[in-house]
C-alpha cells in the first residue's frame, strides 16, 4: 500500500489492537510493541521525511521516537489513540531536529563565512510531481520551490498541511496530533495551501 | 459574479478533500461554473495538490524491515540500559517491558561482567613521566631544526627551580640553563601548533596524579605562546617549561594566543578566560 493511499491511523478494529498492543507491552511483552513498530513505521518515517526532507534523518527521528514512546508508553491516556500519539512524538521531534540543525548551519556560517555548508540543508531530490514536460531540470526546480515555499510556512499550518493534505489522515487525527480543534486545523491547512499558492503561482499557471 | 460567498477561496481548496470537509458539492461546483475567477482558483488549487503529492514521497530504497529490526534493537537496548540506571542509582528497578526478576537478573549479569573486567585488568604499568616530557621536548626541538629557515622560532627552557618567569626574566637571559636563540624559521600552521598544546596537556593531565610536585610552591606548568597568525598563516611559537610558583594574568604572554596548564584543572580553570586565551 502506498503511503498517499494509507488510511487514517485509527479504524475502530486498529485502534483496538493498539489498545491490546500497549496492555501487553505494559505487562511486559516487549514482542507487542513490535506489532506498534511495524503498523506505523511506514506513516512516521513518511512524515518525519516530508518535514525534514532527509531520509537517514527521518528514520533517526522516528527510532527516537519509538524508543521516547515505549518509555512514556505507560502515560498514554488513551491506548487506542496510540497512533495520533505516536504521530504526535514523531512531529515534534522532527521540528526540534529542524530547528537544531538551522541552529548549527546558522553559528557554522557565522564561524566559516557565507557560502560554506549552505547545502547542508539542501533536500533530497525526490519530487514525483514533476513539471507538465517531466523535464528533470523543471522537476528540480519546482521541487526547490515548493521545498524553500513549504519551509516558509509556520510550523503548525505546515504540519497541518503535511498531515492532512499530503498524507491523507482525517481531520479529527491531525487535531488530536497537534493539539488542537478541527476548525483550526482547516483554518491551518487553508492558510498553508493559499500561501503555497501564491508562491508557486509561476508554476501553476503551467 | 454576483453574491460570492466570502469563503469561497477555502470552499475550493478543499473542494478534492475527504468528503467530510466540503459543504454543498453541487453549490461549489455551480458557482465555480458561473464564474472565471473561481474557475481558475479551482485550477489553481488542483494542481497545488498534484504538486504536492508528488512533493517529497518516500523513497523506494527505504528498507523498512532494516528500520524495524533496528527500532525494536534500540528500543531492547534502552530497556537494559534504565534497568542498570535504576540499580546503579539504587532505585528499585521499574522499567516497562521487564519484570522485577528479568531486571534484577540483567543487573546481576553486568555485575559480573565488570568483575571479570576488573579481575582481568591489572594494575596501570609504571610510566617515565620525565623520559615522556623529555622527548616531547625533542620532538618540538627537532621539529624546528628541520623546518623553513625563513620563520623565526623561540623555545624557553628554564632551568628547574627557578623561581618564576615573568617576561621580564625570560627576556634577560639570567634564568638558569634557559637558552633563547634563533633557530631555523618555519612555518608552522596554527593546527600544529595547537597540537603541541594538547600533547603538553594530556602530559600534564596524567603525569601529575602519579608524580606529584614535591615542593608546595613549586608547581609545574606548561605554557605555550602561539604569536599571533600572520597574514599568511604562519605563526610563531614559545614553549617554556618550569616549576614555578604561580601563574598570574599578568605573567602571561599578552601578545597572540597563550594557554597555561596546571597540575589540575582547576587552578587553570581559575585564570580569567581572557589571561588563557589572549
Redesign the interface.
Known sequence: MS??AQPGLQDADSAAQDAEAVAR??A?D?RA??LL??RY??RA??VA??LL?N?NDA?DV??DA??RA??S??SIQDPQRFGSWLMRIVSNLALNFRRDRKQTLSLSMDDDGPGLNAGSLA??R?????SAGGDSLQAGE??QA?NKA?AQLPEKQRLA?IL???E?L??KEVAEILDCSLELV?WN??QA??T??DK??E??ES | MTNKPSNL??RI??RR??S??VGDAGELAGLIAADRDAANLD???A?????????????DS?D?RA??T???G???A??EY?ALVAHETGHAPDV????AE?ALQLTREYAKTDDAIRAAAGPLPAVDWNALKSRISAAVRNEAAESDPHHERTILLPAAGAPNHSDKNRNSGTAGRRFRRPLQRFTMPLSAAAAVAIAATLWFQRGQPITPTPAPLAVNRIVVQLGAPTTTGSVQIAFDESPMTTVLAEELPTRGAAIAIGPGFDEAAALPDDALWQ
Open positions: 503511503d498517499a507491552t505494559l511486559g516487549t510493541f513490535d513498530i511495524e513505521q511506514r518515517v513518511a521525511y516530508r526532507g531520509i528514520m522516528c527510532q519509538y524508543v515505549f518509555r508508553l505507560a533536500d533530497e525526490t519530487f514525483e510531481g514533476g519546482l521541487e515548493i513549504i498541511l492532512f493534505a499530503i491523507g482525517p481531520q482547516k491547512v487553508f495551501r493559499k503555497l499558492k508557486l503561482a508554476y501553476l | 477561496e477555502q481548496s478543499e478533500d475527504p467530510d470537509t485550477k489553481a488549487y494542481r497545488l495538490g498534484q504538486m504536492l503529492n508528488g512533493w517529497r514521497r518516500l523513497p527505504v523498512f528500520f524495524h533496528n527500532t525494536a534500540a528500543v531492547a534502552d530497556v534504565r516497562i517491558g521487564l519484570t528479568q
